[in-house]
C-alpha cells in the first residue's frame, strides 16, 4: 500500500485521517501487554500490544515514518517479540548498574529488518524499568535545516534553541516523576547574557523537573540551550536511575547538514549542538554514570547513506569496491573511533535479515484479526506472502499483507 494514502496531520488540532477502509474495527486485539516480564525466550514469536499512556514515549517523543503509519492503522499497536528482542533486554539489564560508555549499542542489518521496531521496544521496556529515556526517533530532523541555529562565539558551535527546546519539552513529559527527585549540584542562571530583567537564577538544590518547567515556559526559547546542557550534566552524574539515549537515523549525524555558514557552505554536523551531543554521547567522550547509548542505523536511507567512517568502523562491508583514495573525515574518524568494537567502543549488534515462520505467523495474524483480510484462504495466504518477501519483516507487511488489501 503506498504511503500516499494515508493523510498526515499537519497539526495537533487536525488529526490524521484514515481511509474508510482502514477504521479500526469495533473491538480492539485482545494481546497480551508488552511489558519486562513478557520479553522472555518462551514468548519468542508472541505479539504484544503497548499500553500509550500520556507519558508512553512513542506519544510523546513520536515514531519513525513506516511505524508511524502502521501503529495508525491498527487498533492496537503492537509489535513482535523477537530473539534478538530478549538479547536486547539482557543487555540492558547488565547496563542499569554501569557507566554507558560499557553499553553503546548500534543496531545493524539489512533494510526493513526490523532495527527501528527493536529500538522502539528498548525504549518501551527502559521506560516500564524505570529508567530515564530520552528517544530520537528521526534524527535526520536535527539536521535537515527545519528548525532554527544562531552560532555561538563561546562554544563555537551553532546553536540550536528551538529544537532543544522541544527535547527538553519532551524529556520532561515523559520523565517528569525522576526528574522531581533529582535536583541541582550546583546554582544555574539563565539570562545573563539577555535583558537583565528577566536573569533567573536557580539554587543548588532546585528540583531538575522546576529547571525544566521554565524552560517550557520560555516561548522564546532563548532559555534552551543552556537548559538541555544543564540537565544532560546532571544526568550524567546521578545514580539514582540509568538513563537511556535511543537514537534512529543515526548513520546520519555523519553526513554534512542542510544548514549553512554565512558564506552559503554546508555547516559539518559536529558543528551543529544537538548532534554534537549525540556523537559525544556515541563515542563514550560523554557518559551518563548509570545507563545506555543504543542507535540505529537506516539502511534504506538514499539521502543521507552509511558514510565509510561508519562502515569502516563497524566492520559492515562495502557493496562495492571502495577506492583507497576516497577522502575520510578525519573529524568523523576520532568520533568513529570512540565506536571500535576491538578497542571497548560501540557493540555492533546486528538484527536478523528475516522473520522466523513463527515471528512472520504471529504478526499476519494480527493483521488478518484487525483487518479482516477478504482472501478466506489463509494458511495459502500467509505462506505465498512469506516467500515473496524473502522473510524481510518490513517488506512482508507493506509489500505482503497491505498491498493485497490497498483499496482500489
Known amino acids: 500500500m503506498s504511503e500516499d494514502k494515508l493523510k498526515l496531520p499537519k497539526t495537533d488540532k487536525s488529526p490524521a485521517v484514515l481511509p474508510e477502509q482502514f477504521e479500526p474495527m469495533s473491538t480492539s486485539l485482545n494481546l497480551p501487554l508488552f511489558e519486562p516480564k513478557a520479553i522472555t525466550r518462551k514468548n519468542v514469536g508472541t505479539a504484544a500490544g503497548f499500553d500509550l499512556t500520556p507519558t508512553n514515549p512513542a506519544k510523546v517523543f513520536g515514531l519513525p515514518k513506516k511505524m508511524f503509519l502502521e501503529f495508525r492503522i491498527l487498533s492496537t499497536p503492537c509489535s ?9 533486554k539482557h543487555k540492558l539489564e547488565k547496563a542499569k548498574d554501569s557507566s554507558s560508555k560499557d553499553s553503546r549499542i548500534v543496531l545493524t542489518g539489512r533494510a526493513g529488518c526490523g532495527k527501528s521496531f527493536l529500538l522502539h521496544q528498548a525504549v518501551q521496556y527502559a521506560k516500564s524499568e524505570g529508567w530515564i529515556v530520552l528517544y530520537i526517533p528521526r534524527a535526520k530532523t536535527l539536521i535537515n535545516s527545519t528548525t532554527t541555529y544562531t552560532y555561538d562565539l563561546r562554544t563555537q558551535t551553532y546553536l540550536q534553541p528551538q529544537a532543544s527546546y522541544r527535547i527538553v519539552e519532551k524529556l520532561l513529559t515523559v520523565n517528569s516523576d525522576a526528574l522531581s527527585t533529582l535536583t541541582l549540584s550546583a546554582p544555574f542562571t539563565v539570562g545573563a547574557d539577555q535583558d537583565k530583567s528577566k536573569v533567573q537564577v536557580f539554587k ?3 528540583k531538575l523537573s522546576e529547571v525544566a518547567q521554565a524552560c517550557v515556559k520560555d ?12 540537565l544532560m550534566r546532571e544526568l550524567e552524574g546521578q545514580t539514582k536511575f540509568p538513563v537511556l539515549m535511543a537514537i534512529d537515523d543515526f548513520q546520519s549525524l555523519f553526513h554534512d547538514t542542510a544548514y549553512r555558514d554565512p558564506f552559503f557552505r554546508p555547516i559539518k554536523s559536529h558543528h551543529l549542538s544537538l548532534p ?3 556523537l559525544e554521547y556515541a563515542s563514550g567522550k560523554r557518559n551518563f554514570a548509570k545507563g545506555a547509548f543504543l542507535s540505529a542505523l537506516t539502511a534504506s536511507d538514499t539521502q543521507y547513506t552509511i558514510p565509510l567512517e561508519l562502515q569502516d568502523t563497524l566492520e559492515l562491508g562495502n557493496r562495492h569496491p571502495v577506492s583507497p583514495y576516497v577522502q575520510r573525515s578525519e573529524t568523523l574518524l576520532q568520533y568513529a573511533s570512540g565506536l571500535d568494537a576491538n578497542a571497548g567502543g560501540l557493540q555492533n549488534l546486528k538484527v536478523p535479515e528475516k522473520f522466523s515462520v513463527e515471528e512472520a505467523q504471529a504478526l499476519f495474524e494480527v493483521w488478518k484479526d484487525d483487518l479482516a483480510l477478504t482472501n478466506s484462504r489463509h494458511d495459502e495466504s500467509f505462506m505465498a506472502k512469506y516467500v515473496e518477501s524473502d522473510g524481510n519483516p518490513r517488506d512482508f507487511v507493506w509489500k505482503g499483507v497491505l498491498a493485497s488489501y490497498a483499496p482500489s
Do not use: M, N, P, Y
Open 276 to 278: 554534537r551531543l549525540i
Open 204 to 206: 543548588e538544590g532546585t
Open 80 to 88: 513482535v517479540i523477537r530473539d534478538v528482542t530478549v538479547e536486547t
Open 219 to 230: 516561548k522564546s526559547f532563548q532559555s534552551a540551550c543552556g537548559t538541555l546542557e544543564v
